[in-house]
């Protein structure tokens, strides 16, 4: 009994394992892939809840300017980010393949703009490898994993990281 403590304790083998499976990008890797601000990024696929065409946004007074707005999904309010400008580029220019991703991470639902979707991967866990730190503590890093696909860079982004936290710039839709 005390052997088994310690090593629950200490993180055994079927812990750590249990642990791997938290992490939705160190078991199933399947992701949707898209272009925003001429780069290729990604996000775990289970966080997808759809894909809309493109709807001009109801600014919101005082928002950051990655926030376009809202936008009505069947009745419910969603909140609309240009995902370039909360990267840190360029803000997107509108295009008729622009789409509205439709991210769900827990309770928060957001819209994310972006240039266009690419496909659905599955990278093998081998291929996906750490994003360097430079200058942004891990916690904060938006880009969690990156992999290559012919010569593009994708990088996986943290919805979690990604999403706003304040106050009214998220929405509990009903399912």
Request: proline share 8%.
């Amino acid at each position: 009994m005390t052997e088994l403590a310690q090593e629950t304790s200490q993180g055994s083998a079927p812990a750590r394992i249990a642990d791997q499976t938290k992490d939705p990008i160190a078991t199933s890797a399947e992701l949707l892939t898209f272009q925003c601000g001429g780069r290729g990024y990604a996000v775990d696929i289970m966080t997808v809840r759809e894909i809309r065409s493109w709807s001009q946004p109801t600014p919101l007074p005082h928002a950051p300017p990655y926030m376009l707005g809202m936008v009505n999904l069947r009745g419910s309010v969603l909140p609309v980010m240009d995902l370039a400008q909360r990267l840190g580029q360029a803000p997107t220019s509108e295009s008729a393949r622009n789409v509205i991703i439709v991210i769900q991470q827990g309770s928060r639902v957001h819209g994310l703009l972006v240039d266009a979707v690419s496909d659905i991967v599955h990278p093998s866990v081998d291929q996906l490898q750490d994003v360097p730190r430079v200058g942004v503590e891990a916690t904060d890093a938006m880009a969690e994993k990156l992999f290559v696909v012919d010569d593009d860079m994708i990088q996986v982004l943290s919805v979690d990281n990604l999403l706003p936290l304040r106050p009214g710039m998220s929405e509990d839709l009903p399912r």
